[in-house]
């Protein structure tokens, strides 16, 4: 799960830099915005992974 939760962040963070040099973004605030958007889908990953696991047991 780990490895799966730092792939999406980057995934999110690569996505919103793309966005910043793309469209001159000021502030960088492509790639804070989907960073921050890539830790909580993360973690709504990883909670719903758990609970499946925690449901199987």
């Given at each position: ?5 730092g792939v999406?962040i980057?995934l999110?963070?690569w996505?919103?830099?793309?966005l910043d040099?793309k ?10 915005g ?8 993360s973690l ?5 992974q758990a609970n499946?696991?925690?449901k199987?047991e």
């Amino acid at each position: 799960m780990p490895i799966q939760m730092g792939v999406t962040i980057y995934l999110f963070y690569w996505v919103g830099s793309w966005l910043d040099n793309k469209y001159a973004i000021a502030g960088e605030w492509g790639m804070k915005g989907l960073t921050l958007l890539g830790v909580v889908v993360s973690l709504y990953q990883f909670i719903r992974q758990a609970n499946q696991i925690n449901k199987n047991e």
